[in-house]
C-alpha cells in the first residue's frame, strides 16, 4: 500500500499544473481556517457607514461591504468554509455508501452483481438535480439533510469504481484462502476486499469534492441550500447576481472564489487520476 | 429500424409512469399544500377551494383521476397560476427554453468537435495545452458563475449585448445565456474528442490510410471521425441533462420566460400539477434523447445491432 502511494505522490509532483493547484486550493482551506483572526470584521456586523462599498485596502472592508453593509470578506470567508465543508462531509457520505454498494457487487458477482449495477445505470440516467431538489422540499431545508442528500446522489460513481477495484482482486490468493479457512461472505468483504480497495477508492474520492461543491452552491443559489443569516459561495453569488450593476464586486468576490477553487480542485483531480493509472495517458 | 424505434417508444410508457407514481406521491408526502398563505384561510373558503381543485377526495380518487386526465393530454389546471392551465404555462414557456437549450448543444458540438480535433493533431502543442485549459475552465466552473460574469463584461463594461432580457425573435438577448449553457457541455466534449481522437491516429487503419497516400484531412473525415465521435455519441444523452439543469438558472439570471422557473417554484409552492407536469415534460425530452443516442451510435458503429 505504501509503495501504492508514495508512487502516486512521485508522479504527482512531477505533475507542476497539478502541484500549483493544489497549493491554491491548500492556501484558500488556510484563508478560510486563519482569515477571521486577521480581520476585525464579523461575518453578521453590519456596518451602517459603509452600505454597499466599494472594495479598499486601506479602508476596514478588503473586499467591500454588501447592501446590508455586512463585510464581504468575512462573508465571503464563512461561506467558503460552508461550501468547503459540505463538499467533505457528502463526499464522505458517498464515499461510505459506494464502498458498501460496490464491494458487496463485485464480490458477491452473478446475477446480484448485475441487479445492482442495472440499478446504478437507471440512477445515472435521470438528472439527479431534480431529485435533490426534491428531496429538499419534501424532507424541509435543513443542513444535514442537505449533506444527506448530496451525499446520496453522488455515491452513483463511487460504487462503480470500487465495483471496478473489487473485481480486480476477487480471485487473489488471500481472498481464497479467505474462503478457505472459512470466513463469511460478510467477513471477507468488511476484512479482506475493502481494506485493500480503498487506497486508490480514496484517491477517487477527492474528484467528487470539487462536483459535490458545485452542486452544493447550485442549490444555495436556487434558495433551496444554505439558508439566511448562513451563507455559502452559492448564496452569495445569486446575492451579487442581483446586484451586478450597481455593485458589481458582490458578485465578483464570491464568484472568484468559487471559481478559483473549483478550477483548483479539478486540476488537482485530474493530476491524482493521471498519477493513479500511468498508463493512461 | 422502424419498429426498434417503436417498440423503445412503447417501451418509455411503463418507466414515464413509474416516474408520474414516484412524483405524485413524493409531493404528496411534503409538509404543507398549495394554498398556504401567510394568513391563513377561514376553513370555509379553504374547503371551497380544496373541494374545486378535488384535494377533498382520497388520494387514490385524485391519482386515478390525474391519471385519467393525464392519459386524454389534460395535465390539469395550476394551482398557483390562476386561470393557467399547466398545459399552457409549458406551452408558453416551453419554445424558449427549447430554444436556448438545442442553440446551446448545437453551439457545443459544433464547437467542441472540431477544437478537440484540432488539439489531438496538435498534440502538446501550445494550441493543444490552450485549449485543454480552457476546457478544465468551462468544466470547473458553473453557469450561474459564468454567465453574470459575461453579463458583467459584455453588458456593463462594454455595452455589446443585454444583461437579462427577452424579445420574441430578437436572437442579441439570447447569446451570453446559450454561451453560458454550452460551455460545461463543450469543453467535455473536446476533451472527450481529442482523447479518442488520439487514440484512433495511433491505430493501425489510420497509419495504413497514411501509408497509402491519402491526405490527412480525408483520412480524418473518412476514417478517424466516425469511431472518434463514439464516446461524444455516448455524452450526448448526460449533456442534455446538463443543459436542462443548466437552464434552471441561467433562465433566472437572464430573465428569459422559458419553464426553468416552474421546477423549483412549483416543488416550492406545492403545486402539484405544475410539478408533475414539469417532471412529465423533462423526462419525455431525456427518454427521447437516449432513444436517438442509440439509433445515432448504431449508425456510428455498424457493429451495433438495435434489432433484439
Known amino acids: 500500500m505504501s509503495g501504492l502511494f508514495s508512487d502516486v505522490l512521485r508522479r504527482l509532483r512531477s505533475n507542476r499544473g497539478a502541484m500549483c493547484a493544489l497549493f491554491v486550493a491548500l492556501g484558500i482551506v488556510a484563508l478560510t481556517l486563519a482569515g477571521p483572526w486577521f480581520n476585525p470584521n464579523g461575518s453578521q456586523a453590519l456596518d451602517w457607514s459603509h452600505v454597499a462599498s466599494q472594495p479598499a485596502l486601506q479602508s476596514a472592508h478588503w473586499f467591500g461591504t454588501d447592501r446590508l453593509g455586512r463585510d464581504l470578506f468575512s462573508r465571503t470567508l464563512e461561506g467558503t468554509r460552508v461550501s468547503l465543508a459540505v463538499g467533505l462531509l457528502a463526499s464522505a457520505v458517498s464515499l461510505l455508501v459506494g464502498i458498501g454498494y460496490g464491494a458487496v457487487a463485485g464480490y458477491v458477482g452473478g446475477r446480484t452483481d448485475h441487479a445492482m449495477m442495472r440499478i446504478i445505470e437507471i440512477l445515472s440516467g435521470l438528472p439527479l438535480i431534480f431529485f435533490v431538489i426534491f428531496l429538499t422540499v419534501v424532507l424541509g431545508r435543513n443542513e444535514y439533510i442537505l449533506f444527506l442528500s448530496i451525499g446520496a446522489v453522488g455515491w452513483l460513481t463511487m460504487a462503480r469504481i470500487v465495483r471496478g477495484q473489487t473485481l480486480s482482486i476477487r480471485r487473489r490468493e488471500f481472498i481464497e484462502a479467505a474462503v478457505a479457512s472459512g470466513a463469511g461472505t460478510a467477513r471477507i468483504i468488511a476484512k479482506h476486499v475493502i481494506p485493500n480497495v480503498i487506497g486508490p477508492v480514496i484517491v477517487y474520492a477527492t474528484l467528487t469534492v470539487p462536483q459535490i461543491i458545485m452542486f452544493e452552491s447550485f442549490l444555495s443559489f436556487l434558495g433551496l441550500g444554505i439558508q439566511e443569516p448562513h451563507a455559502s459561495l452559492g448564496t452569495l453569488i445569486a446575492e451579487g447576481a442581483g446586484e451586478m450593476e450597481a455593485a458589481p464586486w458582490i458578485l465578483l468576490v464570491p464568484g472568484g472564489f468559487l471559481a478559483v477553487l473549483l478550477l483548483s480542485l479539478n486540476i488537482l483531480g485530474d493530476g491524482l487520476r493521471d498519477a493513479l493509472d500511468s498508463n493512461e495517458r | ?308
Not at chain 2, 493543444?128 to 476546457?135: E, I, K, N, Q, R
Not at chain 2, 453574470?148 to 427577452?166: D, N, Q, S
Not at chain 2, 463514439?230 to 442534455?240: D, I, K, Q
Request: avoid cysteine; charged fraction near 15%.
Open chain 2, 1 to 308: 429500424m422502424l419498429r426498434y424505434f417503436l417498440a423503445r417508444l412503447a417501451g418509455a410508457i411503463p418507466t414515464l409512469f413509474v416516474i408520474v407514481t414516484v412524483t405524485f406521491f413524493l409531493i404528496r408526502a411534503a409538509p404543507g399544500g398549495p394554498f398556504d398563505q401567510e394568513q391563513t384561510l377561514p376553513p370555509e373558503i379553504m374547503a371551497n377551494l380544496e373541494s374545486a381543485y378535488g384535494l377533498d377526495q382520497p388520494i387514490l380518487t385524485q391519482y386515478g383521476r390525474y391519471l385519467y386526465a393525464l392519459a386524454h393530454g389534460d395535465f390539469g389546471p395550476s394551482f398557483k397560476y390562476k386561470d393557467f392551465s399547466v398545459t399552457e404555462l409549458i406551452a408558453q414557456g416551453f419554445p424558449v427554453t427549447f430554444e436556448i437549450g438545442s442553440l446551446a448543444m448545437a453551439l457545443a458540438l459544433l464547437l467542441g468537435i472540431p477544437i478537440g480535433t484540432f488539439a489531438a493533431l496538435r498534440h502538446n502543442s501550445a494550441a493543444d495545452y490552450a485549449a485543454m485549459s480552457l476546457a478544465v475552465v468551462g468544466i470547473a466552473i458553473p453557469s450561474f458563475v459564468v454567465l453574470p460574469f459575461l453579463g458583467l463584461l459584455f453588458g456593463i463594461r462594454v455595452h455589446w449585448l443585454p444583461v437579462a432580457g427577452w424579445e420574441p425573435g430578437s436572437m442579441r438577448y439570447l447569446v451570453l445565456p446559450v454561451a453560458a449553457l454550452a460551455l460545461p457541455p463543450l469543453s467535455v466534449i473536446a476533451r472527450l474528442t481529442r482523447a479518442n481522437m488520439l487514440e484512433i491516429l495511433r491505430s493501425h487503419f489510420i497509419r495504413t490510410a497514411v501509408a497509402k497516400g491519402l491526405p490527412l484531412r480525408i483520412v480524418i473525415w473518412r476514417h478517424a471521425m466516425r469511431p472518434a465521435l463514439l464516446p461524444v455519441a455516448s455524452y450526448l444523452a448526460p449533456a442534455v441533462a446538463s443543459i436542462m439543469t443548466g437552464s434552471l438558472v441561467v433562465e433566472s439570471i437572464a430573465g428569459l420566460p422559458g419553464i426553468g422557473r416552474y421546477m423549483v417554484q412549483g416543488a416550492l409552492n406545492r403545486d402539484y400539477t405544475l410539478v408533475l407536469g414539469m417532471v412529465i415534460i423533462y423526462s419525455t425530452l431525456l427518454i427521447v434523447m437516449g432513444l436517438l443516442v442509440d439509433l445515432l451510435y448504431a449508425w456510428l458503429d455498424p457493429r451495433v445491432r438495435l434489432e433484439r
